[in-house]
């Protein structure tokens, strides 16, 4: 099929029923120039745009919008055809907008509250316990992981790395969809070779941080772990 032929709206249905490695590389190839713009303009009047945090931004848009089966994406809906810029246009700036309020927040040392740009309708309050409880245990896996990963990758390429890692098993992208990325410039087998190298080191470092904590001091104290991230 050419996918290049296709509306936005057709390409989008395409990426989400068919899940088509060659549907997903023409959507970031005609998303990729809006994408990079937003996250650029708006890093601009936060002032902080060097090519690093903007590089970093635009994958954190892609994840955002691969993430939890494409959620995001799933739950867009518009009579216009070509709505669907418009919507990732402010995903994006809303993205970037978050990023920078939570680095400030940390630098000052202090929390904020911004709006979720995923944020839906209010959930009972049962239903909200059970979920904020899951979303907990799940927000502090991903610092565990997190932490083993900046240990386990170093030198030029490390940022880069770390990306791909997260793309894969966060955003749930296959790992040709990820080397069709324009800032990885890595072939399928190159981004195999990464998430297989640092998945074995991530298990090997999480298996070696959790017999640890069994030991810890902290255990016998009272004090949970998790509670020092």
């Not at 635009?58 to 809906?77: A, M, P, W």
């Not at 939570?102 to 309050?125: D, F, L």
């Not at 990325?181 to 070779?193: D, N």
Request: hydrophobic share 40%.
């Amino acid at each position: 099929m050419d996918y290049n032929a296709l509306s936005s709206h057709a390409l989008l249905l395409a990426c989400l029923d068919k899940g088509d490695v060659l549907a997903w590389q023409e959507f970031v190839r005609r998303f990729q120039k809006l994408i990079a713009t937003v996250a650029y303009r708006t890093s601009l009047r936060w002032g902080d745009a060097s090519p690093q945090v903007v590089d970093e931004l635009i994958q954190e848009t892609y994840l955002k919008l691969c993430s939890d089966n494409c959620r995001l994406l799933r739950s867009f809906q518009s009579q216009r055809e070509e709505a669907i810029f418009g919507y990732i246009k402010v995903l994006t700036a809303n993205l970037v907008h978050d990023h920078f309020k939570a680095s400030r927040a940390e630098k000052r040392g202090g929390s904020t509250v911004t709006r979720s740009i995923e944020s839906g309708y209010p959930e009972k309050h049962a239903d909200a316990q059970d979920k904020s409880s899951l979303r907990l245990e799940q927000e502090i896996l991903v610092k565990q992981i997190g932490a083993c990963l900046e240990t386990a990758t170093e030198g030029p390429n490390a940022v880069r790395d770390r990306r791909i890692f997260w793309l894969y098993y966060r955003a749930g992208l296959t790992a040709n969809a990820i080397a069709a990325l324009p800032t990885i410039e890595l072939s399928t087998k190159g981004v195999e070779t990464i998430i297989l190298r640092l998945t074995r080191t991530v298990r090997q470092r999480l298996t070696h941080r959790r017999e640890f904590e069994e030991c810890s001091p902290s255990k016998v104290e009272g004090i949970r772990p998790a509670e020092s991230l």
